[in-house]
Each structure stands twice: as structure tokens, then as C-alpha cells.
């Protein structure tokens, strides 16, 4: 590949190529032509392809001209090979940790997966987000190592207690890092009542494993504060998810 056509590759979208995407996801025709390699960096910055491609595609839906078609296709099947490989990890790690007896509480994609879309391939999910009590966060840790995960560094790992969480991962060809929370906010500007999240949490289920889940409008309150207190870049699956 010629260094010019490189440097435009790796090129952040520009206003021109989001104004099209943003045609594209309000149901109309982007009219601009956009080099392929283009297309798909433009769906992976967002993290909006395969939502696009599934509501696209729909019964009676308008289809995309080509090749945003065969563009947002790709990225609906990475995003469903991603999406099933993380909920079953999801499964195994609830199963491991409800037959030890620690309750576990779906957050954010995990449960959104099971609960907003239809399809996996609408919504990436890279990593599985977990509430325990902090009483089993020692008991997790420990059930987990005996599976085969280990504890990640990461830039946060020397804050592990001001966020109240710690990412553990399995090594192998399709990695799914689980993220134990034991705290909902980091407390200093997004305050929850702990008891009553936990209290309010009701049945759910990852991959036929029973879980719990965080009651609805606990759950919109903290999409809102997590995103508000976090840099996630330029992704818009947490505007969809807010949607939805």
C-alpha cells in the first residue's frame, strides 16, 4: 500500500464521511463516495455497524446502497462472532460463581444483550461487566484464578480501590476480559444507594444461567453516570443502548 493511501486510511473520519454515517443510521442514502477500507474504519470508530446492517436490513427497512450494504454485513459479523464469544464466557463465569453460592449482577452490555436486542450482532460486547457484593470480591478473585484467569495491568490497576473494580482475563485466541465491580461509581461524584441497587435487583439469565440484573431505572441512571464520568472516545453504541 502507496504511504499516501496509508495515511488516509488510518485518518480520522472527517466531517464530510460522519455526515454521511449520520445519514446512513437516520435511514436515508449517504450520497458521498467513501473508499471501502474507508467504510469499514468508519463503522469500527463508531462501533455502529452491525446495528446499522441489522436495522437496514430489516422487513421493510431501506436498504443501503452498495458498498455501505457489504460494509456494515461485515461488521454485523465480526460483531456477532465477539458478541457470542463474550456472553459465553458470561455464561461459564456466572455458572462458576452461582455455584458458589456469590450473587452476581449483570451490568451493560451483558444484560443489554439479553434484554434490548434481538440480535447479537447489534451490539459489541468485548468484555463482561460484574456487581458483587464486596465481601466475595476475594472469593471471585480467587474462583476465577482457578478457572484460568489472571488479574490485568492496566493503567487504572494503581486505582483499583478508588474505582472499586479490577479486569481479569483468560489468555487464548478470543480473549473476554471480565470486569468485577464491587461498587456502582466511584462515590467522589456519582453517588448510589449500594443496599438499594442490590435490593431492587431482579431475575435474569446470561446464556440459560440464572443472574440477577439491575432494575430499570437503576439501570438508565448508571448508563447516564457511567458515561457521563467516562472517556469512551467516539463510539455510539452507548447513544443506541440509551435508545433502546
Known sequence: MPPDSRSNLFRRPSPGEQQELLAALRGGDPGGAIEVARLDLLLRHYECGGWLHA???????RALPEPWRQAAARAHRK??????VALGVGGEVTALLTAARI????LKGASYLGELYDDP????????DLLVAPRDVAAVAARLKQAGFAVLETHESPHVAEY????????????????????LGTGGRMHFDQEAIRARARRAAIQ???CLALEPHDAVLYHVGHAR????????KWALDLRA
Open 55 to 61: 436495522r437496514r436490513s430489516a422487513p421493510g427497512a
Open 79 to 84: 460483531t456477532v462472532v465477539d458478541s457470542l
Open 103 to 106: 450473587p452476581v449482577i449483570l
Open 121 to 128: 450482532g447489534e451490539r459489541p460486547l468485548v468484555d463482561l
Open 164 to 183: 472499586r473494580r479490577f479486569e481479569m482475563a483468560r489468555p487464548g485466541p478470543a480473549p473476554c476480559r471480565v470486569e468485577v465491580h464491587w461498587q
Open 208 to 210: 440459560g444461567v440464572a
Open 229 to 236: 464520568e467516562h472517556y469512551f472516545g467516539p463510539s455510539l
